[in-house]
Every structure is written in C-alpha cells, then in structure tokens.
C-alpha cells in the first residue's frame, strides 16, 4: 500500500527542535513517510550536524543546499530549488516550522503547486512588522491550508486575521515536546561543571538578531550593558557565527566577566541555561523552554511573539538601558504550560488528513486531547 507523504522542512537550527518530536511521531508509522528536507540555511557541524545527531535526526532525504545569504537571495533560490523538487515528486503535504527566510519559501512553493500546506507554530505576533521574522510568520500563515498553533492568543491572531477557524489546531509548543523528551540527557550533562561555573552563580546570553547585532553603536551598547551585569554575575555567551562575524567586523570585544563560547550542542545549551541564575536572549524559543524551567529570561527586544510568558512573569523585555535592572528584578515560578504531547496532537492531525492511508497501526502512542491545553 502506498504511504501518505509528509516533508518536514527544516532550515535553521532552531526549526531542528520543532521537526524532531514530529519525525520521532511519525517515523515508525506504517502509513505514513515522513522525509526531512534541510534547505541549508545552517550547515556547518555545530549548528546543525551535531544536533541532528543528538536528536536522532535522520540525514536529510533531500537536503537544497541553500546558504544563508540576505533576505532576497535566501528566499529566492529556496523557491527555486524547492519548486524543482515538488514539480518532481509532489508529497501529499508540507510541514514548515517557525519564521525564518525558508519556511517562507517553502510555503510559497508548496502553494503555487497547490500542494497542501501546514504550518506549526502559526499565529504567533510580536506586533513589530520590521522584524523579517514578523513578516514572514505573517505571509506563511496566510499561504498555509492548516494552522497548527501554539496557545490560545496565537489562535486569536489569525482569527483577527480573517483565518477561517476551521482551518486551525491548537496543538501546544513541540519545542517543549523535545525538551521533555532530552531531560535525562540534559540533566546527566556536566552543563556548568564544563565552564568552571556553580550552579545559580551564572548567566547565560544568546543574541543574533539583526536588530541587536548588524549595527555597531547598538552592539557595542548592549555589550556594556553585558559588561555591567557581568560585574556581579558571570555570564556565558555561546556565540552564533553571525554575531561573531559582526564582533570581529566591528573591532568589538567582548567586556570583562562576558565568556565567549562556540555554538554549542542542544544538550549542552540546555544543560547551562536548566542550571542558570538568568538567561538574556533575543531567541523566541528560548523564551519558552526558560518559562517552562522557571528560569529568569530577559529579552533584549521592545516586543515578542511569546506575550504569555511576559504575562506569567517569568520573562521581561529590556534594552541596553534597563539590562540591569530587568536582570535584578524577582521572577513568580508558574506552572509549565505545555505538556509535551504536542507531537501526538500533530501526529494524529496528520493522520486525520491521510484518510484512507491510515490504519489502526498509526494509533498515537499516547491518549492525548485533540486541543491543548
């Protein structure tokens, strides 16, 4: 019997955490074939090859080979090269995750090939249009036939939208999904031990974000900024390829008491930030594995697409101005808001939409409610 179809497109490492629990769902079932494709936006062993690994990634079944280049070369030559693949051999659907460059191209592939689309994480806004990762959550969701989304005020924005709400799932946060699944390997990782740091005695700090980093008065003020909350407290600054590059063209270093790291491993990355007395960051999806640890997050952006976690109080928005002060305000710990069994949600989504491909085989491992919570 012929299986039903599913790409799972991957682009950046952070899309890896998103497709990994959906691969794991659906990679032993007998009605389904489920292909990762990696359009290359990350490439390099350790941003993506080593997490792969990790996480039990297969080698990419089709891997586009794209570079990251700017906005206009990335989507562009990700249209072209995945327009050539399901003119060759359409699946019955396309997943894209998340809000990078090529989860824009592959949506609008998928669409003009009339090749049905999904979308997971959809309906999440920051409200702030120059982010391109703004525009491009906003365009995917619109191109997309079914909107798998996050938390309730996602499922809000697209129905302000005009989103038809049949069109849309609450499944929950996978990103938690791959979390859960990693703990004990998180929790066995020397994390801290590593670096010559004690637990709670240490901060970890991730930006990449061209608002934060392509220009050098902002970097260098966010950098003093690092430098003042690194007198009291030492932080760990895992640094990715493109803030390094902007350091190094710059003439920028990094202040006292601020570690450079290389990218690191997601369970290594995690391991720190479990064990960490705050995280800064500009990442979305770190926003939400610190909420759902109970560790204190500052993000270094004037808006975020993850509004529950400002709400909840356990994460606070902040510029090189209030740094510090965001840094030493008291955090409320709350109650993880996703379950981990968003995989399943999506799983069984899928298995909906195959139809006559289904079998009793592809059962979720797990009874899990249709909506999360």
Known sequence: ?????????????????????????????AWCRPLLVHTGQHSDAAM??????????????????????????????????????????????????????????????????????AHLEAGLRSGDRTMPEEMNRILTDHAADILWTT??????????????????????DITIDTLEVMRPAIAAHPGPDAFGVAPGGYGVVTLHRPANVDQPRTLAALLAALGEVARDLPLLFPLHPRTRRRLDEAGLALPPGVRALPPLG??????????????ITDSGGVQE???????????????????????????????????AAAVRAPRPRHPPRHDGHARFRVAAA????????????????????????
């Open 151 to 172: 938390e309730t005020a996602a499922d809000a924005n697209l129905l302000r939208e005009g989103i038809d709400p049949a069109h849309i799932e609450r499944v929950g």
């Open 266 to 279: 997601y369970v290594a990355f995690l391991a720190l930030v479990s064990r960490a007395a705050v995280v």
């Open 48 to 117: 993506v090859g080593d997490i792969m690994a990790e996480l039990g990634l297969p080698e990419p079944h089709i891997p586009l080979g794209i570079a990251a280049g700017s906005h206009g070369e990335t989507i562009g030559r990700t249209i072209e090269a995945y327009d050539r693949v399901l003119a060759a051999a359409p699946p019955d659907l396309v997943v894209v995750v998340g809000d990078v460059h090529a989860t824009l191209a592959a949506a609008i592939a998928a669409m003009h090939h009339r090749v049905r689309l």
């Open 350 to 373: 899928i298995r909906r939409l195959a139809g006559p491909f289904s079998s009793p085989a592809g059962q979720a491992a797990a009874p899990v409610p249709r909506t999360a919570p």
């Open 289 to 323: 594995e610190t909420s759902h640890l109970g560790i204190p997050c500052v993000t270094l952006r004037p808006t975020t697409e993850r509004p529950a976690t400002i709400v909840a109080g356990t994460n606070r928005l902040a510029d090189a101005a209030s740094l």
């Open 1 to 29: 019997m012929s299986r039903f179809t599913v790409h799972l497109v991957a682009a950046a490492r952070p899309n890896l955490m998103k497709v990994a629990p959906l691969w794991w769902a659906l990679k032993d079932e």
